[in-house]
């Protein structure tokens, strides 16, 4: 056994970190506030890792139930099916950390009301937004659209992810809004198509998950978010993850001048700047 003293603050691990010159102020994750939305197989397992690392609160948003269907992701046990997924994510999280300030918002966001609900919920009353970052772990196209449009309206900071059908392969965006591509300006084809998502459901078909992928996507998204909020390392723009071939492409996805939300004005002076500065 050695004879080192291990010190039993779980922080003192965390501001390692500060001592190692990683970051230059671990502690600024207290005064972060952070928005998951979907607390599916991504964002429950993004909610307790930024939970662990000590974020200053944590808004959540989900419709859904847990179900026993879930329990091939990580998080979620048996004895919470029937539980909303915010209650149930509160219910552990505090326990693994009293001192994060947990919001639980259990709603549907692409309602009309739900739109506005959520905007008003990110918002500070004066038009501009109260968090640091927000997170998209949802699983539909309608969704991001919503938390595009949401983000774009309070100019705020988002990060998309995903994981593909087949489970083998995932994603992660950073979105801001301005000086990246927005949701909208580079749309998957059934959005560009104009195709109701919902009508490509296939009968009996049944799509497939992993707690391997999911996990790893949660890890690139949290990974991502803390560079970003504490300003260390260099935050991605856009990675990719595929697990057969191991290969992890990133890219540099600049605003469309044909943008539907809003950031036709000023576009061409952005794109200017941008090229000033290739
Ligand atoms: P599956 O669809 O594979 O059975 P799931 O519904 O849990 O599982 P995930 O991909 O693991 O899907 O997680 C996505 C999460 O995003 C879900 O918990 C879902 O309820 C939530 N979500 C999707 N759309 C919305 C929305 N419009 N408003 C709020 N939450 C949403």
Redesign the pocket.
Known sequence: MSDEVVDSNPYSRLMALQRMGIVTNYQAIRQKTVAV????????VAAEMLTRCGVGRLLM????TV?L??MN?LFFRPDQAGMT?TAAAAATLTGINPDVALEAFT????TLA?FEAFKRSLSDGAGRSRVDLVLS????Y??RM?INQVCLELSQAWMESG?SEDAVSGHIQTILPGTTACFACVPPLVVASGIDERTLKREGVC?A?LPTT?GIVAGLLVQNSLKYLLEFGSVTRYLGYSSLTDFFPTLDIKPSPGCPSGLEEGLDDLLSQLSALQ
């Open positions: 939305v979907g607390m599916g197989g991504v964002g429950s948003y989900d419709y859904d179900e269907a879930n992701r997924k709603m549907n966001i692409t739900g772990c949802v699983d539909n309608e969704a919503t994981v799509a998950s999911m």
